[in-house]
């Protein structure tokens, strides 16, 4: 079985920065783009940023420039580094990783969720 977990939520006040950090585990092939999402309450679930095993790089228009995202292929792990905060960066943040368990077949997978609260 695949597992995401996230780590590294909590409070901080306008203006800080925190580290979230994911860690795929168990039975995987390979990895193709890891990320993560956020839901905050009342409103849809929505990308924040991911990053291709090559590199590449996607971000939610209102936090570019203010979070960066990096990834360590062999260890199947993601990070997202959210600085600058503000109180509409609140909800919960979900990591997401594409990846296989078996040579061509890519499956998504998402963690449990780690709470982010930013006070004004």
């Known amino acids: 079985q695949v597992q995401l977990v996230e780590s590294g939520g909590g409070l901080v006040q306008a203006g800080g920065s925190l580290r979230l950090s994911c860690a795929a585990s168990g039975n995987i092939f390979s990895v193709s783009a890891m990320g993560w999402y956020r839901q905050a309450p009342g409103n849809q679930r929505e990308l924040v940023a991911t990053i291709t095993s090559g590199g590449i790089t996607n971000f939610l228009g209102s936090v570019k420039g203010r979070f960066t995202i990096s990834r360590d292929n062999a260890k199947n792990t993601v990070n997202l580094q959210m600085n600058s905060l503000k109180p509409e960066d609140t909800a919960v943040y979900y990591c997401?990783?594409?990846?296989?368990?078996?040579?061509?077949?890519?499956?998504?997978?998402w963690g449990q969720g780690t709470q982010v609260t930013v006070s004004s």
């Open positions: 997401n990783a594409d990846l296989s368990i078996w040579p061509g077949v890519t499956q998504t997978y």
